[in-house]
């Protein structure tokens, strides 16, 4: 690679970083901000859907885009997904009702879904398989770091300029990122001819819309049981049923079959699942725990999860510098060593635990899920050719996404249907009066300085239980993916590119 060449790669890594930060922001910076849009656009009902439509329409976009970027070229889909973005991010900031808001958050996470997987994928084009781990490391730390950054950002415009910035922000640095891809990024690729699976991408699209839905409801707007979330649940397991048959047919599937038969693409995919659920249980039920037993406020939650977050960064740096040195095996025992030991800890949990050991807490599940990040995204791609490399990234980026998805779902519903039930015992035993009948009561500073000393004691001593009792259940899904990580066996990065056939290739640029 000449002066020149190394000289346009590092520019376009630049551009690359700029649109992965933006697009991991925009899931964590609405966070601090939320309250304020309430107040000005009003919809107090529908605020949870500014998150999830977001959600849904990305997880839904990852694996349709990884696969058109198969076929059509990554530069395409690229500057197509970060316009989308931004015409999103516009007309958010544009938006004179929650309604509103919310539609234009749906063509936001359409242009993020895009982003997502293209972003790695371009990497994994511009660099050889051994020199991938250290910028996949960097990269994968950007997560780390949107966590941190987004909240503190969100309420930065909030408070000292508006609520709308945070949308408009986007374009400026969108505009940068686009110019810089767009002029040094030099693709060159055989392209496949376009055979694009329509009857499979509709069902997978449906499937994957029901299951996001039945998620984002279950638990939260309706019970697990109730007839909607069922048949939720039940459509996107019969549409899942009905495109696994078309795949088999396809002339050019949408998600090969035969991926799932490679051994370290699914024990990726299930890493992915299982470290996504529990960073986002712990990013979930902490600063719970600090608010609500504690006493802290949002912003004393807030710096709890920094060290987290900053091990997280040090996690994923730590795995890309080793990654071409050792087996996948090798490194990501350690991390879920790390993991496990940290989800124990919390399952112990109790009013009277140390702020110093949840804070050990944190650091331990941050280098865990850190080092995990580039690992499981390489190990993915081994044995993979270059025209399935989008697909293959995309499914990565999906497991996680459904991870984070089931982690906030699930573990937040075994939490809250533990304090509802201890909750309602305990009122119906001391009968304090309405005042304290919602448990959210402990998260208002003004309401908890009215109940009696002893009273207080035995809440936050409910909610801690809680807390921990959905740790406990943390334990067997770290077991689990810890036996996939054991199932990897000592595979270790490829020093060249698997040299497979492209089907029906037209040679260019």
């Known amino acids: 690679m000449n002066t020149k060449q190394t000289s346009g790669t590092r520019i376009t ?22 309250p304020t849009i309430v107040v000005d656009l009003g919809g107090m009902a529908q605020f949870f859907w500014v998150f999830s439509a977001y959600m849904v ?15 059509y070229g990554r530069k395409l889909f690229f500057v197509l997904g970060l316009i989308l973005f931004m015409i999103g991010s516009l007309l958010c900031g544009s938006s004179q009702s929650m309604t509103q808001l919310i539609l234009y958050r749906v063509l936001q996470g359409i242009g993020g879904g895009a982003l997502m997987p293209v972003i790695f994928t371009i990497i994994f084009d511009l660099f050889p398989p051994d020199k991938r781990g250290k910028i996949v490391g960097l990269f994968s730390s950007v997560f780390g770091l949107s966590s941190v950054l987004g909240p503190l950002a969100g309420a930065f415009f909030s408070d000292h300029l508006h609520w709308r910035w945070i949308f408009y922000i986007n374009l400026p640095l969108g505009i940068a990122s ?10 060159s690729f055989a392209r496949i001819r376009p055979s694009i699976d329509w009857a499979g991408t509709l069902l997978l699209i449906g499937s994957i819309l029901c299951l996001m839905f039945a998620l984002e409801w279950g638990g939260k707007q309706y019970s697990w049981s109730s007839p909607l979330v069922i048949s939720l649940f039940t459509a996107s397991g019969v549409l899942l049923l009905v495109f696994l ?4 047919r396809a002339a050019d599937p949408l998600i090969p079959l035969s991926l799932f038969k490679k051994k370290l693409f699914v024990s990726s995919m299930a890493i992915g699942v299982g470290f996504g659920m529990i960073l986002m249980g712990g990013a979930s039920l902490i600063p719970l725990f600090i608010q609500g037993v504690n006493g802290g406020s949002a912003t004393n939650a807030g710096i709890v999860l920094m060290p987290m977050m900053l091990s997280l960064v040090a996690g994923s740096t730590i795995g890309g510098i080793f990654l071409s040195r050792t087996a996948y095996r090798n490194l990501m025992l350690p991390g879920v060593t790390c993991l496990l030991a940290s989800v ?3 399952s112990l949990i109790t009013p009277d635990t140390a702020r110093w050991l949840i804070t050990l807490d944190m650091i331990l599940m941050g280098l865990g899920i850190g080092i995990s990040f580039p690992v499981s995204s390489l190990m993915a791609q081994d044995g993979i050719g270059k025209h399935q490399r989008g697909t293959v990234n995309s499914l990565v980026r999906f497991s996680q996404a459904l991870g984070n998805t089931l982690g906030i779902s699930l573990l937040g519903s075994l939490q809250t249907n533990a304090l509802t039930t201890r909750y309602g015992e305990w009122f119906v035993k001391n009968e304090p009066g309405d005042l304290f009948r919602d448990p959210e009561a402990l998260l208002n500073q003004e309401m908890r300085s009215t109940i009696p000393a002893g009273q207080l004691d035995q809440l936050t001593g409910i909610l801690s239980d809680s807390i921990a009792y959905a740790f406990m259940w943390a334990v067997p899904i770290v077991i689990v993916t810890f036996i996939f990580i054991l199932w990897i066996g ?3 990065i490829e020093k060249k590119e698997p040299i497979q056939p492209v089907p029906n290739a037209i040679h260019g640029r």
């Open 13 to 34: 890594i630049v551009g690359l970083m700029l649109a992965l930060l933006l697009v991991s922001l925009d899931s964590t910076i609405l966070s601090t901000a939320i």
């Open 57 to 71: 329409a990305s997880a839904a976009g990852m694996p349709i885009f990884g696969k058109l970027s198969d076929q």
């Open 178 to 187: 686009l110019l810089l891809v767009a002029y040094f990024y030099r693709e």
């Open 245 to 248: 048959w078309v795949e088999t």
């Open 344 to 346: 124990i800890l919390l």
């Open 490 to 492: 000592n595979a270790k």
